[in-house]
């Protein structure tokens, strides 16, 4: 299993912006997808946004929770090795753990955001969000 290493939380205000990066040090990213989720406290671990391997069309595929599409944005540079949740607008309730993870197999339709699906994960970085 590739480790998978998450950067770039940290406590800013209502309103404000991050940008983590997820990154696979020394190894080639050949997964079908790559994911970001996040668990708060007391509640389950959840799929925000998700991206495709491969190029369909000449684009990513991506997919989002509700919660935060048209905020959120999952990109990848495959010269760096990362993946990247720019995180805009951010909201006290987006307080989190957010981790990274990697799906290695083709999955069902509707099955981007199912944790269920992914079966390499990174250790998580906190995001704060104060009101």
């Known amino acids: 299993q590739e480790q998978l290493v998450e950067s770039g939380g940290g406590l800013v205000q209502s309103g404000g912006s991050l940008r983590l990066s997820c990154a696979a040090p020394?190894?080639?990213?050949?997964?079908?997808?790559t994911a970001w989720f996040r668990q708060a406290p007391g509640k389950e671990r959840e799929g925000i946004a998700s991206?495709?391997?491969?190029?369909?069309?000449?684009?990513?595929?991506?997919y989002y929770h509700n919660s935060v599409r048209g905020r959120f944005a999952i990109s990848r540079d495959p010269a760096k090795n990362v993946v990247y949740l720019q995180m805009n607008d951010l909201r006290p309730e987006d307080t989190a753990v957010y981790y990274c993870?990697?799906?290695?197999?083709?999955?069902?339709?509707?099955?981007?955001?199912?944790?269920?699906?992914?079966?390499?994960w990174g250790q998580g970085t906190q995001v704060t969000i104060s009101s």
């Open positions: 020394g190894r080639s990213w050949d997964v079908f997808a």
């Open positions: 991206i495709r391997g491969q190029r369909s069309g000449g684009q990513y595929r991506t």
């Open positions: 993870a990697t799906a290695a197999r083709s999955m069902p339709d509707g099955g981007e955001l199912d944790f269920a699906n992914y079966d390499s």
